[in-house]
């Protein structure tokens, strides 16, 4: 989903991009750029970035100033990392701006509840299914893949609507009428679109795949 910034007032829309900044730079630090020297690597991330992209200019405006689109942040995360899916996210934001759809005043907003939120969110629940859960390929591919993939993108777009209530002080009925009864309807599609590319990469190409290891999820199962 994208939000413009016009919705928020400065003040808020300045302490979204001290936060995100803080996690940017967090991530900045802490991603393994080394794996970007490998030809592949860097192939990987530029081209998902670049589908991405595509993907999120293919929008819906459902009310004024808010516009859906599927995420894909869960499948992203997934293939290259916390690290590198907040910083290719906010890249893929920024192009997506530069392209027309959008205003720059929103990034900050919109970065949070569709980058950072989903990100962290999809790395959450990959470290608890491993600290809880049998290290399994279904497992893997049902709960990571696919749940986490329309639940986060749920969870990201009730968050987002918190926003328009308290910050933007958008009206209960037009959410109720305009937002709410589209959020439900979001699950399937995200669900399916995270899920099945996550399937194929893990069965085709699982070095593509950050978080998934052959030898943690199949060998000896």
Known sequence: MQLSGELFGPDFVMACGIAYGAFVLSAVRHAPWRKLLDGGNSSILFGSLALLMLLWSMRVEMMAGVAFHLIAMTVLTLMVGWCFAVLGGSLVLAGVILAGFG?????FPTALVA????ASLTWVMLLLA???????FFIYVLLN???AGG????????????????????PLEALAYNYYPWIPLMFFPEAMLNGWIITILVILKPAWVFSFSDEDYLHGK
């Open 115 to 118: 980058i950072l939120l989903p």
């Open 103 to 107: 205003d720059w005043s929103g990034y």
């Open 145 to 147: 893949g696919f749940m």
């Open 151 to 170: 639940l986060i993108a749920m969870i990201a777009a009730y968050t987002a609507s918190l926003l328009l209530l308290y910050a933007a002080q958008a």
């Open 130 to 136: 491993r600290a809880w859960l049998p290290r399994n």
